[in-house]
């Protein structure tokens, strides 16, 4: 049995639908549905079971799943970057995973592969190398991102690390992100302004450094994500942390442009204030160092966010989301 945490998000249920396509069903998926839409993403994969993360973590470690387990993908956890409740994302993102990884300890031949995150890097001042180990001198410019890089770090304090993988996502887009409100990615927020208005806005940049709409970000499309978490499930003697992002990072403005192609329609972009505060807390280039990554084996390449933000339009967005709600 493969267990995925988080299953009926947005990296998770792509991440079902990636074993699905490898003949793999027998699939237990724990996630906190809510009162939401991410349900829907149920819909179109196919798994053995369902369990809620509470009801889950219980019979974990009570050992009622015994010694079935192959892997577990811990995809699960608040995302959101704007959560201010700091207890609150400290028990579901940080105590929730320890307490899984402990249950596991004892279990050498269980794969462990779990969601860490780009945000990790905080500004970036420190680079966005996962050769060193994780410690002090990251600082995360959020909670959510200092959550992950908690457990970042109790699991290299530990020995865990050793024998799992850390998966430091990037700005990751595309198919079943629809439920997640204003933590979608600016893909989908850009296709849907383009839409509606037939013009994108874009923040303006507050740094002479940076042209209006030039920041950047390594945004990575959710179908490499996922082959890169899959080729970990095969690489059980590789483990430690590791960048999931393109190595490329693409401007505001390029992101604009490919979106107004797919759609056909022509560029119009404005740029807008940036909402209170925010500016100290903005980053203005993300972009991984897949050096790590490559050593290990994984040789494919990554799609262009041109060819990328296409295939995310033109067959999914423009078949799946209602034309005036815009909901799925």
Same mark, same amino acid.
């Given at each position: 049995?493969?267990?995925?945490?988080?299953?009926?998000?947005?990296?998770?249920?792509?991440?079902?639908?990636?074993?699905?396509?490898?003949?793999?069903?027998?699939?237990?998926?724990?996630?906190?549905?809510?009162?939401?839409?991410?349900?829907?993403?149920?819909?179109?994969?196919?798994?053995?079971?369902?369990?809620?993360?509470?009801?889950?973590?219980?019979?974990?470690?009570?050992?009622?799943?015994?010694?079935?387990?192959?892997?577990?993908?811990?995809?699960?956890?608040?995302?959101?970057? #704007? @959560?201010?409740?700091?207890?609150?994302?400290?028990? %579901?993102? *940080?105590? =929730? &995973?320890?307490? +899984?990884?402990?249950?596991?300890?004892?279990?050498?031949?269980?794969?462990?592969?779990?969601?860490?995150?780009?945000?990790?890097?905080?500004?970036?001042?420190?680079?966005?190398?996962?050769? #060193? @180990?994780?410690?002090?001198?990251?600082?995360?410019? %959020?909670? *959510?991102? =200092? &959550?992950?890089? +908690?457990?970042?770090?109790?699991?290299?304090?530990?020995?865990?690390?050793?024998?799992?993988?850390?998966?430091?996502?990037?700005?990751?887009?595309?198919?079943?992100?629809?439920?997640?409100?204003?933590?979608?990615?600016?893909?989908?927020?850009?296709?849907?302004?383009?839409?509606?208005?037939?013009?994108?806005?874009?923040?303006?940049?507050?740094?002479?450094?940076?042209?209006?709409?030039?920041?950047?970000?390594?945004?990575?499309?959710?179908?490499?994500?996922?082959?890169?978490?899959?080729?970990?499930?095969?690489?059980?003697?590789?483990?430690?942390?590791?960048?999931?992002?393109?190595?490329?990072?693409?401007?505001?403005?390029?992101?604009?442009?490919?979106?107004?192609?797919?759609?056909?329609?022509?560029?119009?972009?404005?740029?807008?204030?940036?909402?209170?505060?925010?500016?100290?807390?903005?980053?203005?280039?993300?972009?991984?160092?897949?050096?790590?990554?490559?050593?290990?084996?994984?040789?494919?390449?990554?799609?262009?966010?041109?060819?990328?933000?296409?295939?995310?339009?033109?067959?999914?967005?423009?078949?799946?989301?209602?034309?005036?709600?815009?909901?799925?």
């Amino acid at each position: 049995m493969i267990i995925i945490t988080g299953g009926a998000g947005f990296i998770g249920s792509n991440l079902v639908q990636g074993l699905n396509q490898l003949g793999e069903e027998n699939i237990l998926i724990v996630d906190h549905l809510d009162t939401g839409d991410k349900w829907k993403n149920l819909r179109s994969i196919k798994f053995l079971d369902f369990e809620t993360k509470d009801n889950f973590i219980t019979k974990a470690e009570k050992g009622l799943f015994g010694t079935e387990i192959k892997a577990i993908f811990h995809l699960g956890a608040c995302s959101s970057t #704007t @959560e201010r409740d700091a207890d609150y994302l400290i028990q %579901n993102n *940080y105590e =929730y &995973s320890r307490r +899984l990884a402990l249950v596991c300890v004892n279990q050498p031949e269980l794969r462990f592969i779990y969601a860490s995150s780009a945000a990790t890097y905080g500004d970036g001042s420190q680079g966005y190398c996962d050769e #060193t @180990e994780p410690g002090p001198y990251l600082c995360p410019l %959020n909670m *959510y991102g =200092y &959550s992950k890089h +908690l457990f970042d770090c109790w699991a290299h304090k530990t020995g865990f690390l050793k024998r799992s993988v850390g998966l430091k996502y990037f700005n990751v887009f595309g198919p079943n992100e629809y439920h997640k409100g204003d933590m979608r990615s600016v893909a989908i927020r850009a296709y849907i302004q383009a839409k509606r208005t037939g013009i994108i806005k874009l923040f303006k940049s507050y740094r002479s450094d940076y042209m209006d709409g030039e920041q950047r970000r390594d945004f990575i499309y959710v179908k490499d994500a996922v082959r890169v978490t899959l080729f970990f499930l095969q690489k059980p003697e590789t483990n430690g942390l590791f960048n999931v992002g393109t190595g490329q990072a693409n401007t505001f403005n390029t992101l604009a442009n490919s979106v107004f192609s797919a759609l056909k329609i022509p560029t119009r972009v404005e740029y807008i204030d940036m909402p209170p505060g925010l500016n100290k807390r903005y980053q203005y280039y993300t972009c991984a160092k897949p050096d790590k990554l490559r050593r290990a084996g994984y040789l494919e390449n990554f799609r262009k966010i041109e060819d990328a933000l296409k295939d995310y339009i033109v067959n999914y967005l423009e078949k799946e989301l209602d034309s005036e709600t815009m909901e799925i």
